[in-house]
Nanobody, 114 residues
Framework: QVQLAESGGRLVQAGGSLRLSCVASRSIFSINAMCWYRQVPGKQRELVAA???????SYADSVKGRFTISRDNAKNTVYLQMNSLKPEDTGVYYC????????WGQGTQVTVSS
């Protein structure tokens, strides 16, 4: 079991940058994959970025080249660096840990104004 706490979301202008953090309540060293999802009202939650225990990363096409996911095992933390933000990046961003079950944080709101 693991508890996740996201932070870093706020209002930002288009073209700006944000870094989201997800702190886990236990070591993430052995967690299969850590992911960031986002959700907007009326739409399904979508996978934005993922990083495996071995450090392999993957991204949604809409964020490739702009977002970077990373992990600091010593701090039990996963980051999402978001650059060149667009209004369509607006949403609630959730951290996810994939163990035998899937665990979610409470989410952090990102709003990108045009």
């Amino acid at each position: 079991q693991v508890q996740l706490a996201e932070s870093g979301g706020r209002l930002v202008q288009a073209g700006g940058s944000l870094r989201l953090s997800c702190v886990a309540s236990r070591s993430i060293f052995s967690i299969n994959a850590m992911c960031w999802y986002r959700q907007v009202p009326g739409k399904q939650r979508e996978l934005v970025a993922a990083i495996t225990g071995g450090g392999t990363t993957s991204y949604a096409d809409s964020v490739k080249g702009r977002f970077t996911i990373s992990r600091d095992n010593a701090k039990n933390t996963v980051y999402l660096q978001m650059n060149s933000l667009k209004p369509e990046d607006t949403g609630v961003y959730y951290c996810n840990a994939q163990l035998a079950y899937s665990y979610w944080g409470q989410g952090t709101q990102v709003t990108v104004s045009s």
